[in-house]
């Protein structure tokens, strides 16, 4: 029997989030969050194995006809912020619709931006996927990522 | 254009790219300030010229020709100075890009200060009044008009005087504004301090000050702190103040003061390079020289110095006169002065004992400006040592260290290493708080700390430690109340607790997220925090600030009903981005126009010599500041990433939704094909249906990579272009920019009305692409996704279930492509849809905001409520805020007003309206104000400020409406009430009323 791994997916897409979730392993017990507030919160409160994270992520969920607050290209990296100053040890695989993220004001690309986000922010990215509506080749990234670790 | 490259410092470079890519102006001005801060010698030439380039030094310094007085003190509290010379480099760089405005400044301060020396008033105060229109405010010219009105005040017999009186009381009342107090409240604090306690040293000034506030004290609060400010820029002033001339340099924004305090400073004894070469350069020394020319001008700077003339214009003088025999008793006089004054100072105050014991030994003219701030302005925030120690003590709280033993030595060089903060948190009050229980390491002290070294050194680490320590405090303490906090530190710390009400901008609240539930919440607080600053801390400007948040979350709460779909941009935060980023240029044109008289009779032949030419590099003609303008804010409007359309693209289209829309439901019946009829289709049919999909998605992937974008080197089949002036789009920008801006110009707009304008030109400007980008849907959709379709049909042309899944499939494809087409109709606010009850709610609610005084209720006398779209939604908006408005305005503050309104026809697509105003108290005298009121309101339009900015053209709107009902004399009041009723009805057509 496999051992159930606690996964807390941040995605405000729902096309993209039915995709992440139709392809993670039987034995991930996801939750999802769709802003960076209700992460924030979700992971002062409970612990993950893995967070699923993407980077562009609105600061608080858009309710009807309410505004969500200003976009935030980076709101995956205050998520990561969190996970440092709580000093929570999850693992992190970052899956991403854009090529790179700002880091610091540098564009760094995706692949780099794990070494960059690991040490910037002291935390454990294991991998950063680039997500493709219609190409299913990041899938096997993301699974080539969760059978190496 | 220089390059970001060409900085060698990384970090800079970071700073400078992160400024350029920023669309908020306060996320802006940290970016610069700690770029400022870190900035190389071998960079500041390059770092001067991006700024400049870029537009950005108005971030930093603010207007070079500021338009309202209060400007000249609005960045005076943030500064930090650099070293001297690389203060200067920057400065040097803003003097040469507005050297033509200057020079021609000085000249007419030539002519003023000889207008002044031959006593002719009258024109020298119409000389003062005219440079003003002109350019803008500036200390040298407030102080021009303080020293005509000493000198014309007691002579009422003299005709010339009393009009010269008259013309400069006017001028001076409207710089001694509420607003200009506020500012001086809010950022000078230190000035005044140090004014204060020095007033022996500074006695003439003193007495000078409040000789020449006495006729404007009654005026308005604060206008004295205002005279004391100003004289705060003399020379002697500064001298005490020793090596602040960086500080001034940064401090002034206006280019007039930075050219005379240039002056100032290439007239000591070793001046920095760059200012000797601007003279040199830039400068005509016969004007120069001209500033000062006779003896006469000598005698009188000597006597009058304090109030009339600048720093300059002495020391000028004495280089003027080199070879004069008075020379060395001029020198002589200034030295003496100046000496006695600063050892005075220095010498007898302990804490410059203590901490200046090193400008104490400064040599008068010759050492000022040292390249090493002593940081007087902070130091002397602080009244006694004991207030200096505290400070010290939070930094070592800070820091981990033992506060308890410190030496004054060790304070000292602790507060040199900070730049020294000083608020008025005392070491018993920390300790106070210590004996409460709380650790050093309560979250209160390490909170605090925080705010204080965050506001010296900002950083993105230090800001998220901030916002933790800030959410750990209201959490354990204040139950997430940041106001209940504020009360507290009020109490203790009213320095500090300003600087948190300055740090809780949106920005930084909307990160506490432990905090806040919803950004809803966020804007809540924040309205609460200006709403308490304007009351607990009596400071209007947050009145201001609470007031434009409850409306904006009115119409953002009416806007709630736009559909989310459409294409679209953030028109509020645009027109202020024009407002924040394209006033000078605005101003400019206009004062163009204004010179050159009507724009159809002038500009035609210069806007034909713009488009031949690069239209970017024009830099003359009237017409070339508003194109320029157009440029700019065309660019932002399509490009910015808060509110430009590239972000809707982003967030609709290149985040997947655009491809999901139209993929998903094809995939999905596709898929559910394939399942249940998996045992009979064939391999090759199976295969077939994936081919066909596979096609559909490379066509709907083509359209969403290459056409729905903008135009770009990567992207050149994109379909929007941000280049406002391709050729087929001049002849409607020229149009657009007559019918927009002539009849506004020629009504004297304000530059927040000509930025309302911006919106629709901008629209126009793309309406064009959006068309493009609609037939190119159709277009795909009818020639390649058809085609492409019909082959599912024709994989068995015979078999129903094909033609049925063809069917299915075409179908599902139509609606989803005629709903993308609909996300770029241009959205229009007249779209909204909403009752007229609801409009009335929020009109009351508006107007009660506006006029807390008023207490108007209202009611709809109907059981079911219309709902109204379009037009009509404007035209009843706007009505009922006239109507309400005006009721409050003239109905009885003390007895709550209650307005009916009730259908008096609804069958039809007219709607009549019934609406009636009762008060107990509205007498027949007051009805008629009422009705006469309206009634003028409604014939012409309003001239005030505060209606126009927030109905803009509403008011015309109604009039035009009423104008063309038929009959025209239904419009009419009737006042058929009772002594204590008004009645009058108002019939509208509703020409778009929406479907039940």
Known sequence: MNMTISVLLVEDDNYKRDAILSVVPENFECSVEQSVATAVRRLSRDRFDLIILDMALPNYEKKDNAASGSSQPQGGVDVLRELKYLKLDSKVIIVSQYPGIEIDGEFVSLNESVETLNSRYGVSVLGAVVYDFEDDSWVADFNRILIRE | ?996
């Open chain 2, 1 to 996: 254009m220089i390059s970001l490259s060409s900085i060698k410092s990384k970090k800079t470079r970071n700073y400078l790219r992160g400024a350029l890519s920023n669309d908020n102006s306060s996320i802006v001005q940290k970016t610069l300030a700690a770029a400022r801060s870190n900035l190389r010698e071998d960079d500041v030439s390059a770092f001067a010229k991006i700024l400049i380039e870029n537009d950005l030094d108005t971030l930093v310094y603010g207007s070079a020709f500021p338009e309202k007085a209060f400007e000249l003190f609005k960045n005076w509290k943030s500064f930090d100075p650099l070293p001297l010379e690389i203060e200067t480099n920057i400065q040097l760089e803003r003097l040469i890009r507005n050297n033509e405005q200057i020079s021609s400044i000085v000249e007419d301060i030539v002519t003023l200060n000889e207008q002044i020396i031959g006593k002719y008033y009258l024109a020298a105060a119409n000389t003062t009044v005219q440079i003003i229109d002109s350019y803008g405010y500036s200390v040298t010219i407030v102080r021009k008009l303080l020293y005509i009105n000493s000198q014309v005040e007691n002579k009422v017999s003299d005709e010339d005087c009393a009009r010269a009186r008259e013309i400069v009381r006017s001028a001076l009342e409207n710089i001694f504004s509420k607003e200009v107090s506020l500012h001086l409240k809010s950022h000078t604090g230190f000035l005044v301090d140090l004014f204060d306690r020095r007033s022996d040293v500074f006695e003439t000034i003193h007495a000078q000050a409040k000789l020449n506030r006495a006729h404007i004290v009654n005026h308005t609060e604060g206008s004295n702190t205002l005279s004391l400010v100003y004289r705060s820029r003399f020379p002697c002033l500064r001298s005490v103040i020793q090596s602040d001339a960086s500080f001034y340099l940064a401090s002034c924004c206006s280019a007039v003061d930075v050219f005379f305090d240039f002056l100032n400073m290439s007239l000591l004894s070793s001046p920095p390079e760059a200012i000797t070469k601007y003279f040199n350069n830039h400068f005509n020394k016969d004007l120069i020289n001209r500033l000062c020319r006779n003896k006469d001008s000598f005698n009188i700077l000597i006597n009058k110095t304090e109030t009339s003339f600048d720093g300059a214009d002495i020391y000028k003088l004495t280089s003027a006169i080199t070879e004069n025999e008075l020379l060395h008793q001029v020198r002589s006089s200034l030295d003496s002065q100046i000496a006695t004054r600063e050892n005075i100072a220095l010498e007898t105050d302990p804490i410059n004992q203590a901490l200046f014991p090193h400008a104490i030994s400064l040599t008068k003219l010759s050492v000022p400006h040292s390249s090493k701030r002593l940081n007087v302005s902070r130091y002397n925030s602080a009244s006694d040592d004991t207030e200096l120690r505290s400070f010290a003590v939070l930094h070592c709280l800070n820091k981990g260290q033992d506060f308890r033993n410190l030496n004054p030595g060790e304070i000292r060089n602790m507060l040199g290493q900070t730049s020294g903060f000083a608020y008025t948190l005392s070491v018993d009050e920390v300790l106070h708080i210590k004996e409460r229980g709380e650790e050093i390491d309560s979250p209160i002290i390490s909170f605090l700390a925080l705010v204080m070294l965050n506001e010296s050194d900002p950083s993105d680490d230090r800001e998220f430690d901030l916002r933790k320590s800030f959410e750990t405090l209201l959490i354990s303490d204040y139950s997430g109340k940041i106001t209940h906090f504020l009360d507290w530190l009020n109490t203790r710390t009213p320095g500090l607790c300003k600087a948190v009400v300055i740090l809780c901008d949106i920005a930084f609240l909307e990160k506490l997220y432990r905090i806040f539930n919803s950004y809803e919440e966020v804007l809540a607080e924040r309205h609460n925090i200006c709403a308490w600053a304007s009351d607990i801390l009596n400071d209007p400007y947050y009145l201001s600030v609470a007031e434009q948040l409850a409306v904006d979350e009115k119409i953002r709460n009416i806007r709630g009903e736009l559909d989310d779909s459409r294409i679209y941009v953030d028109e509020i935060r645009f027109k202020q981005w024009v407002v924040e980023n394209q006033a000078v240029s605005l101003r400019r044109y206009q004062r163009h126009i204004e010179i050159i008289g009507d724009i159809n009779s002038t500009h035609g032949k210069q806007t034909e010599l713009i488009f031949d030419a690069n239209v970017s590099s024009v830099n003359s003609g009237s017409i070339a500041y508003l194109i320029q303008s157009l440029i700019e804010s065309f660019e932002e409007f399509c490009h910015n990433r808060i509110f430009g359309i590239d972000s809707y693209l982003s967030r609709r289209i290149r985040h997947g939704t655009l491809v999901g829309q139209l993929q998903s439901p094809i995939k999905k019946q596709i898929t559910e094909f394939k399942n249940s009829n998996i045992s009979e289709l064939t391999i090759a049919e199976g295969e077939n249906l994936d081919d066909i999909y596979r096609q559909y998605s490379a066509i709907v992937r083509n359209l969403k990579d290459e056409k729905l974008q903008f135009k770009s080197d990567t992207k050149s089949g994109g379909l929007l272009n941000s280049s406002a002036f391709s050729t087929n789009t001049r002849s409607r920008i020229l149009a657009s920019v007559q019918q927009n801006f002539n009849n506004a110009l020629g009504k004297g707009a304000t530059v927040g009305q000509l930025a309302d304008e911006f919106p629709n030109i901008c629209w126009f400007l793309i309406e064009n692409d959006l068309q493009q980008i609609k037939l190119e849907i159709e277009r795909t959709f009818t020639s390649e996704i058809k085609p492409l379709l019909r082959k599912v049909n024709r994989i068995d042309p015979d078999n129903p279930k094909w033609i049925s899944l063809y069917r299915e499939l075409d179908n599902t494809a139509k609606l989803s492509f005629d709903e993308i087409i609909r996300w770029f109709n241009k959205p229009d606010q007249s779209s909204m849809s909403v009752t007229i009850k609801e409009l009335a709610e929020v009109v009351t609610i508006e107007i009660n905001d506006h006029r807390p005084e008023s207490k108007i209720s209202y009611e709809i006398y109907d059981d079911h409520d219309v709902r109204v779209s379009g037009s009509a939604y404007q035209t009843v908006y706007d009505l009922f805020f006239v109507l309400f408005d005006n009721v409050a305005a003239h109905g009885n503050a003390k007895q709550p007003i209650n307005i009916t309104v009730g259908y008096l026809s609804t069958d039809s697509e007219d709607i009549s309206l019934n609406i009636t105003v009762e008060s107990k108290l509205l007498s027949p005298e007051d009805a008629s104000l009422l009705l006469q009121a309206i009634d003028a309101s409604t014939a012409v339009e309003l001239d005030n400020e505060a209606m126009v900015r927030e109905k803009g053209s509403g008011l015309g709107k109604i009039k035009s409406l009423i104008e063309s009902y038929p009959g025209n004399s239904d419009y009419s009041w009737d006042i058929s009430s009772t002594l204590y009723k008004t009645e009058f009805s108002i019939p509208i057509i509703l020409l778009d009323r929406a479907s039940a």
